[in-house]
């Protein structure tokens, strides 16, 4: 096992928004998911359940719904009121632009710990995904827009009232030409701290 290659993919990992016109072959798609669907979970069965949207005719549907959703949401009464025509069809656009989405949901749990380990689960399910796809030059973007709320954008799309929608993935090649965004992350000692430590801050912070 190649713990540093492990490693790189995980650092140099972005979030590509950027679309390209080339298509990523279903096959593809389907190794991907079957390497993400290594993530650990701790229910009997694996928790994720994945929507695939690739053909033209599923996209339409699809943006469609998304669009209703937003009408239906009253998303659009955050914009500027001059430019919200442009933003429905900047939005619009995007979407229909997108070469291939996931949907990918996770069982709503019975209880809180249930539902804590089905959203767990799936979130490094897609993790996965993200890892796999990065390491084929293939981009992600993961989404947790308004429309994922939405029970009638639910339904609609063909997710059961049992199951919550974790992403929305956008997926795209990667245009070798395009600058990636530099990630930078807060230092270790900003958020990990040992017990006793933990422990005086609280006491002092309560006096």
Known sequence: MDMNSIEQIIRERRTIRTLTDQTVALDVIYELLESASYAPYHSKEEPW??????????RQ?????IMDSYDRLDIWSRYDQQNVAKAKTRTQDYFLEVPLSLVVTAPIGESEKS???????????IQNIQLVAWSRQ?????????????KVFKQNIGVTEERQIIGLLDISKIDEKQKLP??????????????TDKLSDF???NE
């Open 138 to 150: 293939i981009g992600v973007t993961w989404r947790t827009i308004p429309v994922i709320f939405d």
């Open 61 to 65: 549907v699809f943006v469609k719904e």
């Open 203 to 205: 006491s002092e912070n």
């Open 115 to 125: 539902n804590l380990e089905a959203i767990g689960a799936v979130s490094a399910f």
């Open 182 to 195: 530099i990630s930078r992350r807060n230092p270790v000692s900003q958020w990990a701290i040992g017990l």
């Open 49 to 58: 359940e994945v929507i695939i949207v690739s053909e033209e005719q599923e």
